[in-house]
């Protein structure tokens, strides 16, 4: 039966609607920027709004997003990792700041600091059996807590001028390197996802752990590397964002946790739809903030930018629901 | 002949009024612009003691009773500093002052009131932030069992307080704006383009805005807000770095950011950093906040607006305590706005530190004005 079904579909040929999903938001970005061209061509079509702005502003976001789909692909959710990157930026301020340890060290306690987190939260949701979004809602608010102390609710600046440098100072064809670092990461991520065994595995575990686990596969590792994984990507996440605004504060960050989100449902639609990938997550990072700068350069006011947000989102999965028949989907 | 004559005649008239109109305009941006050097100086001298009204006994009057401050967050190191500082005055003057620790929920600002009412305090004072709109019923709860409710530090002197506050302690957010203004325009010489930052629902953002629009008007022909960026306080870190970065692309001519609120700095300085243009465009601010004087020392913002947080506790405690004594209240807070630029940030300390670099006349001065000495 499995083999006629395989056949009709090869029969049938390309299904050109399934190819549009895959592509369509890199066609949306594409016509986003068509459109923001015509009608702001002396400021938008310029270099620097696409080197500084669109690509060189977002490696943090990215970065997250990035870390957030692989315990996601896994089954995961991991809410604390937007904790975990203003506790990497605070603890990072703290040392190389205030305290003056070299950057390598602070660094290196940053690090330590993720691979502690992620532990715990992985700790807790195996060994427990506790859902991800509880144990990892605790961990944050722990995290939230710690950061206050640490900090003494104050903004922090002077860390060295050799992280800022080297994250938003220097350029690549005028684009920060803050940008590279975030692409490479994306193009690693990509290949384990892609071509590695813990890639695969992931995905099984992710798609049904009672037939991953049964199928000889560790989930209780699969599922801990995912955790440990998001939450030492979270922390380079905050590295780069005190190398962006040369200095930390105990609350910003947290906003990044809704944003990483919805890039990542969204990228979800795209590229490998219906499944968490780095790739999609990049446009999807990319789709957004080009619409943003975009509508920022006509003058409209700031809320809209929240309103093309949310409707993007809304849209693009809607769509893609569209084109698969509107089978029910979790949220993993 | 004639055509020719009436032509010329046309011609000069024209020419004399181009010149008188020009001679206007330029007479009027001179004078705008020594009035715009003028405010700079008055707020770049070390700030004296005025007396925000006559001296009174306050051990006599005011001993005895019971203040009970809920800043708008124990976590905000600005509430909550000026909170301790009304402490230490208050046990100078022999007014029990006690602070409601909270980390900025409404729900945590209602149980303060309750504990107030429960505790029998005389005066409930909403610091820095605490919008008397959200806890009505609980204030009128408070009024109702005789307890006085004032507001500290939330509105501007063109504001009306809520109805349901008994008073409040108004600050000249409005004056900021024109102190912010007037540096732009005296820095350029009369050429200030500006973008400035807001948080428009953060409640005197509107007067504060004004000033910075009235004075540019005023004292400035030649000057222009470029643009207006709402930011709320939950998103500055998403929204204020691009949204400055296209800005500052979209409109090359930009030479001035005003972030209002201090802390909104941390953001606008990676914008200019990233869009390229460091050293084309300057940042001045307000709120005195350390991590922002620290940067002008390292020459990433130009001059803050700063408010010494000792000054202002003790301002306030002043116009809570003749409430209590039942004297005449002053319309506004007494604290003078101090400017913080390259030439005076290190008196703030390295690292910079808050309520340093202000002097301290105002101990003596507020300790003779309530009979202490």
Known sequence: MAEGTEVSAKEKGVDWLLVLEKYALILAWIALIVVFAFVAPSSFLQWPTFSSIIFGSQAVLVVLTLGLIIPLTAGDFDVSVAAVLTFSAMILAVLNAKMGLPLWQAVLACLAMGLIVGFLNAFF???????????????ASVIQGLILWISSSQTLSGVSPG????VIVNRLFDIPLAFYYAMALGVIIWYVFEFTPIGRRLLFVGRGREVARLSGISVVRVRGVALVASSVIATLAGIINVGTTGGADPLSGLTFLLPAFAAAFLGATSIVPGRFNPLGSIIAVFFLVTGITGLNFLGVDTFVQNMFNGAALILAVSLSQLVRGRKEQGLT | MKRVYAKTTAAAVGA????????LLSGAQAQGLDAARQMIEEHRAKPVFSAPGPAFDAKSCAAGKRVLTIPVSSANP????????????GNEAGVEVTEWENQAQPSQWVQGINFAINEGFDLIDLLGGVDPSVI????????GAGIVVKTSHFYDLTQTPHESVDGAVPLSFYKVGQILANWAISQTDGKANVVIIGSDEIVPTAPFVQGIRDTLQANCPDCKEVAYINAPVPEWATKIQPSVQSALLANPDVNYLIPIYDSMSQFVVPAVRVAGK??????????????????????????DVGESLGWIARGILDSHMRTLCGLAEPAELNVPFYIFDSSNANDAGTPADYDRGYGDVHVSGFRTLWGLE
């Open chain 2, 16 to 23: 004399v009024a181009a010149v008188a109109v020009t001679a």
């Open chain 1, 163 to 166: 992280l800022i440098d080297w």
């Open chain 2, 278 to 303: 460091t050293g084309q465009v300057n940042i001045a601010t307000f709120n005195g906040t350390p991590f922002v004087i620290d940067l002008i020392q390292q020459g990433q913002v130009e001059m």
């Open chain 1, 125 to 139: 949701i195996i060994f427990f059996r506790i859902h991800s979004l509880i144990v990892t809602l605790g961990t």
């Open chain 2, 78 to 89: 600005f509430t909550k500093n000026i909170a301790l500082a009304m402490i230490e005055a």
């Open chain 2, 136 to 143: 009505v019923p609980q204030i009128q709860a408070a009024t």
